[in-house]
């Protein structure tokens, strides 16, 4: 992982259509700093961007959308999130968690070696600047009950039942 000193570098963004409405998509030459969700950005007047930079948005949405059609289980993306040591450890544990699985809160913070962190493992979740790439979707309360997402709740739902029917075309069905 690169640390970036207090200067960030330029970034670029693009759009995307997906199932679940249009995902804003932030790069910089490094690779992917951003995913929001619909309804969680404001419009942008300018989708200009660098070579490298395009690369990675472009390469992000074919990803998103090879995912979005049942045919992608695992991103294969640069990313350069930003966040707080802690974060940063919660947001790649996500990544860790199966397609089609779900995980608890307290387990993510026993898996980064903090059992005691779940409320701050649901606070990382709620700063997860990459979701769907880095499956925040896929981390539940204790009790098995869907709590919290960015998107709201029917997003976080569709998107779980969307990796439970394709993992059981595929003949891997979630546990």
Same mark, same amino acid.
């Given at each position: 992982?690169?640390?970036?000193?207090?200067?960030?570098?330029?970034?670029?963004?693009?759009?995307c259509?997906?199932?679940?409405g249009?995902?804003?998509?932030?790069?910089d %030459?490094t690779?992917?700093?951003?995913?929001?969700?619909?309804?969680?950005f =404001? $419009? /942008?007047?300018? @989708?200009?961007?660098? +070579?490298?930079?395009?690369?990675?948005l472009?390469?992000?949405?074919?990803?998103?959308?090879?995912?979005?059609?049942?045919?992608?289980?695992?991103f294969?993306l640069?990313?350069v999130?930003t966040?707080?040591?802690f974060?940063?450890?919660?947001?790649?544990?996500?990544? %860790?968690?199966?397609?089609?699985k779900?995980?608890?809160?307290g387990?993510? =913070? $026993? /898996?980064i070696? @903090?059992?005691?962190? +779940?409320?701050?493992?649901?606070?990382?979740?709620?700063?997860?600047?990459?979701?769907?790439?880095?499956?925040?979707?896929r981390?539940?309360?204790s009790?098995?009950?869907?709590?919290?997402?960015g998107?709201?709740?029917w997003?976080?739902?569709w998107?779980?039942?969307?990796e439970?029917?394709?993992?059981e075309?595929?003949?891997?069905?979630?546990?």
């Open positions: 992982m690169t640390l970036v000193a207090n200067e960030a570098p330029a970034s670029y963004w693009s759009t259509r997906a199932p679940i249009e995902i804003l998509l932030v790069a %030459d690779g992917l700093r951003e995913l929001q969700l619909p309804g969680c =404001a $419009a /942008r007047d300018d @989708s200009r961007a660098s +070579s490298c930079a395009g690369a990675h472009a390469k992000a949405a074919e990803q998103l959308g090879a995912y979005f059609a049942g045919e992608l289980t695992r294969d640069t990313l999130p966040g707080t040591a974060q940063l450890r919660v947001w790649w544990a996500l990544a %860790d968690i199966p397609y089609a779900t995980e608890s809160y387990s993510v =913070a $026993a /898996r070696g @903090s059992p005691k962190a +779940s409320r701050a493992v649901g606070m990382a979740n709620n700063k997860n600047p990459l979701a769907i790439v880095l499956p925040c979707h981390v539940i309360g009790n098995g009950s869907l709590v919290g997402y998107g709201g709740l997003m976080k739902q998107l779980l039942a969307h439970a029917a394709v993992a075309r595929i003949g891997a069905p979630p546990r």
